[in-house]
C-alpha cells in the first residue's frame, strides 16, 4: 500500500479526520476527535511505511506473536497501540485494511452511547 492509499482508506471511514495535531511529519487521522491512525510521513518518505494502529489489548499480543511487522507502538500506550511496520512487506494490503477497520471500530466503541448515537 501506498500513502495515498491508506490516506484515502482512512478517510473513507465515517466522521473521520485528517489533522496534524503535534507536528508537520505526524498524520493523524480521528473520529469524533479521537486518534484511531497516526502516520509518520518522514518514515514513509525514507522508504520505512508504517503506521500506529489502536487495538484491543488481547488482540495485539495475538498479532504481534503472529507477525514480526507489529510490535507494540512506538512512542504509544503499548497495552493498547501496535506500530505496523508495511515496508517490512509482510503484510497484505487486505489486512492491513482490516487493521485499520479494527483501530476505528475500537475508537468507536470507546465512546460513550451519546457519542456514538451523535455519529448516526
Known amino acids: 500500500m501506498n500513502i495515498e492509499q491508506v490516506r484515502e482508506y482512512c478517510l473513507g471511514k465515517p ?11 505526524t498524520l493523524v ?21 508504517s503506521l500506529n494502529l489502536k487495538a484491543n489489548p488481547d488482540y495485539s499480543q495475538e498479532l504481534r506473536v503472529e507477525y514480526e511487522s507489529i510490535e507494540p507502538g512506538w512512542h504509544m500506550n503499548k497495552k493498547h497501540w501496535n506500530s505496523i511496520y508495511i515496508y517490512k512487506g509482510e503484510l497484505q494490503p487486505k ?14 466503541k470507546g465512546m460513550t452511547k451519546k457519542m456514538r448515537e451523535q455519529l448516526g
Not at 95 to 108: G, K, R
Open 15 to 25: 466522521y473521520t479526520e485528517e489533522t496534524f495535531p503535534f507536528d508537520q511529519n
Open 29 to 49: 487521522f480521528k473520529v469524533a476527535g479521537k486518534m484511531f491512525a497516526l502516520i509518520p510521513l518522514d518514515k514513509w518518505e525514507q522508504g520505512l511505511a
Open 95 to 108: 489486512f492491513i485494511m482490516e487493521l485499520i477497520d479494527h483501530s476505528y471500530n475500537m475508537v468507536i
